[in-house]
């Protein structure tokens, strides 16, 4: 099962794919239900806001089982001693902790990396840098593993909202989809494309636009700053045919975002203003939490909205 954007959509279809509910899984007895064991590639502020809620209890009956990080040297590796979870370096030793699902909180080279070897052994994945899926190639791969092998493959909303509306407008007929990301200065800085722009970010005195055409040309510009693009490209009209702009402005507080779409249905505007979270501007605290409103619902027999 592939799935782009709405959480509440993929819920559902992780009940009828996760093992601790599938019907003669090789490591539990038919239809045992157990913890829901997550393994997280990346060690940065999705690991530790699982962590954080599910030692509050806030997960149900979830528990992160290891975290993987690239070396030894990775900030996941303290991260995971402070929770006291396995801390791993390579995929085979992630595999060894029995994971459930896996959550990809790391980079586009990571989806590249792991996504198709999980999904492969009947893992679903979460993937929250959704740009690495620019790659028609890259994304025909796990779409088609995820389909041979009954695992689900899922791309959050993240930072935005309305894809189930962008969907059923694109049923109807989509003329148009257009979005523009707008983050404080401090948010883009550290970037090679935007290096290459020559601009002083700390002297802005008013908005500049970074980029502006199509995501497929835009998205791999900034890999870890517009995966919403990719989002809303994949649920939506492509990457071909979706409108990204890219702005950075010194005015706002907030990583604000504005989304357009017309179609048979009419017209749809929407507006976030998102905090960024404290420890990384380049990402909205909604897009955090987006995951997390996902895992949450897994055990509810009640959907509101789809």
């Known amino acids: 099962m592939i799935l782009y954007g709405s959480a509440q959509t993929v819920l559902s279809g992780f009940m009828l794919l996760a093992p601790r509910y599938r019907r003669g899984h090789n490591r539990r007895s038919d239809w045992e239900q157990t913890v829901m064991r997550i393994g997280i590639i990346g060690g940065g502020v999705i690991a530790r806001l699982f962590l954080e809620h599910i030692a509050r209890g806030d997960m149900g009956d979830a528990c992160v089982v290891a975290i993987q990080g690239r070396s030894l040297a990775s900030r996941g590796r ?20 029995r994971p459930d699902v896996v959550i990809e909180a790391a980079s586009h080279d990571a989806v590249r990396e792991f996504a198709r070897p999980l999904l492969e052994r009947g893992i679903p994945v979460i993937i929250l840098s959704g740009g690495a899926l620019c790659d028609d190639a890259l994304r025909a791969r796990l779409e088609a593993a995820a389909a041979k092998y009954k695992a689900l493959l899922y791309v959050p909303s993240g930072g935005i909202g309305g894809l189930d509306a962008l969907k059923a407008v694109c049923v109807a007929g989509a003329d148009a989809v257009e979005i523009a990301v707008t983050k404080p200065p401090a948010a883009w800085k550290g970037i090679p494309y935007v290096e290459k722009l020559k601009l002083d970010l700390d002297k802005l005195t008013g908005p500049v636009t970074l980029f502006e055409g199509t995501a497929r040309a835009g998205v791999p510009h900034f890999p870890a700053n517009v995966n919403i693009a990719a989002a809303l ?35 749809i505007s929407i507006k976030f203003e998102s905090v960024p979270f404290p420890d990384n501007p380049k990402t909205a605290m909604l897009a955090c939490y987006s995951a997390l409103a996902a895992f949450k619902q897994f055990n509810s027999p009640v959907r509101y909205g789809t």
């Open 78 to 97: 303290p991260l995971a001693q402070q929770y006291g979870v396995s801390f791993v370096t390579d995929l085979t030793a992630l595999l060894a902790q």
């Open 233 to 267: 490209a994949m649920a939506g009209i492509g990457f071909d045919r979706t409108q990204l702009k890219v702005v950075a402005d010194p005015a706002l507080v907030y990583n604000t975002h504005y989304i357009n779409i017309r179609g048979k249905t009419g017209a």
